[in-house]
């Protein structure tokens, strides 16, 4: 363990100026603190937060660090308090000691949300001081470091997928790379012994057979250097176990096939060296396509700066070489700790100015709970990237695998909540359109556009799944809430009362709700029923019988002239399909069509026609009917309708059905081939069209044609 003596001294070696007194303080106040506790090796409890602060030194952090590790864990392990440790130590360490304690004591349902919450909160602790995540990096590793003296198998397996998940990311989201990496090997160590014992085997038969030939490989690079005069550092660094598996399971190659298990760096003075050392290289080997990359010109968001390539080397190896400047190389090795390192005038108190940090807290504005902001925050953590541009040449970094509309929601959050379309490189492109590096884009908006539920299918960053996410959440509950009042005011229209919203304050805790607002989203959302509601509200009311009600609809069908009482039905006008209001995919109900919906519950109200065959399957849950009716204005917009045909099976056959629809202003939505034979096809053909009597002038002028040989509109 190391001494109070030796502590101060590694400090004061790097930072002269280093407060001797505080430091010495606070190893006494932190072994005191302790007192007898042990750790599960069953070393002193103290040693612990000795290490931590041991590991933080060789990062060269301030005083205020060192003094946060050694305290780190006596609020929560101890009877000290927080103001006992702004007393004795300033204001500045008690917010970094709190930022960096565990948060063990909330109580939340499950394991996962206390999880999902501290993770929350060290999230904001970290974007007011970027050191709490530098010290909570160094506790973990040293927790992880001594992952093995746990007993509990799954205790030691949630800990280290944890590391995996969140925290190794985090790492390598501030240029830790010496922290990611280690953290990821303990980790793996844990979760797949078996995967990790095979390449540390084959690691060692290959050292000792000596077919790596890194001193070999590294004296001609250096000497192939030398003769054009740059002067470079040159040495070869084997990869850890981890990242050579992972590197095999993403190519889906065997170890044998893993090109860079020792990756070769070139070090030089300047930018400029580093290019020309480039080109001596690409000079007097042969390079490997689709190898080369350049992060000197287009850092990643960590910061990180190299250029990488992949030769056939010396001795006719394929061998990975990254170039760099000193500087360069110090930032990708330390991460923002280079900052204490080179004395820069960053105020680490500035967690905000990291992109990525904003971004979290974007994420965290828009998630619903703990749960959900974790779930997103692991997407946010793709090591992978492509370089986008806007229009004006800004860079802007991308997930591999992202689309334009997670294009849209990296440049603002407001430009995607409104985008209509994108050009990339200045062809109109379809928002699911994945980009590739190098690709400018432009995004197109418009005040009237908002965000479609389709496209969380195809966004792919925490940030644009969350953004959508927030929107549909707070548009479904907008919905249901207009749906519910609309029943409402139905259901008293129809049993004789006045409506008012004082009628419901009576009754709220018997439906367990605080607001009327909440009464009426639960009614839209189908969780109750306005029935249920109308008898608690007057406790006399009669039942009227639901089963005839149901038998009065069923009467309606084939009677053209008879439509719903449009006193008492539901108007669906200003519900977006999707929200609380989905149109069924058996009947294709159109404005015209006699109506019926069916309430779900969590689901809202699902629109069939009223001679749709599948109404047939509810006829026994007459609770679930709601009469519906169209607004006047319903045929402004298009919806779905569906046509059956039964073509020739002939040249032009196809063009001609495409020309008479597009003639009467329908267009195809969607074309499927359900039967096909030497003579005839059958075709089943959705159509945008404007109403029911739109649909049935598109089906006049099919039937007109010769190679149509029967059309009708598809049932349920």
Known sequence: MMRQFELVEKVKAYDPTADEDALNRAYVFAMQAHGSQKRAS??????????????????????????????HDVVEDTLTTSEEIRDHFGQEVRLLV?????????????????????????????SEDI??????????????????????????????????????????????QEFKSELEDLAFSELNSEARESITSRLKFLRNEGKDN????????????????????????????????????????????VSDIIAFRIIVDTVEECYRALGIIHGNYMMVPGRFKDYISTPKLNGYQSLHTGIIGPERQRIEVQIRARRMHETAEMGVAAHWQYKQDTDPKSGRQYRWMRELLDIMEQAAGPEDFLEHTKLEMFPDQVFSFTPKGEVVAMPAGATAIDFAYAVHSEIGDTCVGAKINGRHMPLRTILEN?????IITSTAQTPSPTWENFATTAKARACIRRFIRLRKREEYFNLGKSIMERGFQKEGYEFSNKAFEDV???????????????????????????????????????????????????????????????PIKGLIPGMALHFAGCCHALPGDRIVGMVTKGRGITIH????????????????????????????????????????NEPGT????????????????NLKITNRSLEFFDISVDIEVHDIRHLRNIIAALRTSTVIKKVERARG
């Open 42 to 71: 069953g070393d002193p409890y103290f040693s612990h937060p000795l290490e931590v602060a041991g590991i933080l030194t060789e990062y060269r952090l301030d005083a205020s660090s060192i003094i946060t590790a050694l305290l």
């Open 98 to 126: 709190d930022g960096v304690t565990k948060l063990t004591q909330i109580e939340l349902q499950s394991e996962d949300s206390d999880q999902a919450e501290n993770f929350r909160k060290l999230v904001l602790a970290m």
């Open 131 to 176: 050191r709490v995540l530098l010290v909570k990096l160094a506790d973990r590793l040293h927790n992880m470091r001594t992952l093995h003296f746990i007993s509990n198998p799954k205790k030691r397996r949630r800990i280290a997928l944890e590391t995996m998940e969140i925290y190794a990311p985090l790492a390598e989201r501030i240029g830790m």
């Open 214 to 257: 890194v001193d070999v490989i590294v004296s001609e690079l250096k000497e192939t250097l030398e003769e054009q005069t740059v002067k470079a550092e040159v040495y070869g660094r084997e990869k850890l176990p981890y990242s050579i598996w992972l590197k095999s399971q993403k190519k889906n190659i065997a170890f044998e096939q």
């Open 438 to 442: 190098g690709d400018q884009i432009e």
């Open 508 to 570: 709220l805790t018997i439906f367990n709700v605080k607001m009327t607002d909440d009464l009426f989203v639960e009614v839209g959302a189908g969780h109750l029923t306005s029935r249920e509601v109308i008898e608690a509200v007057f406790p006399g009311t009669k039942k009227n019988s639901h089963k005839s009600r149901v038998v009065q609809l069923f009467s309606r069908r084939g009677k053209k002239k008879v439509r719903p009482n449009s006193n008492t039905s539901v």
């Open 609 to 648: 026609t009223i001679d749709c065959e599948t109404l047939l399957e509810f006829a026994d849950t007459p609770e679930r009917w709601l009469d519906v009716s169209w607004e006047e204005d319903a045929s402004n917009e298009r919806r779905v309708g569906r046509v059956e045909l039964v073509v020739t």
């Open 654 to 669: 196809l063009g001609e059905l495409s020309m008479l629809i597009a003639k009467n202003d329908g267009n195809i939505n």
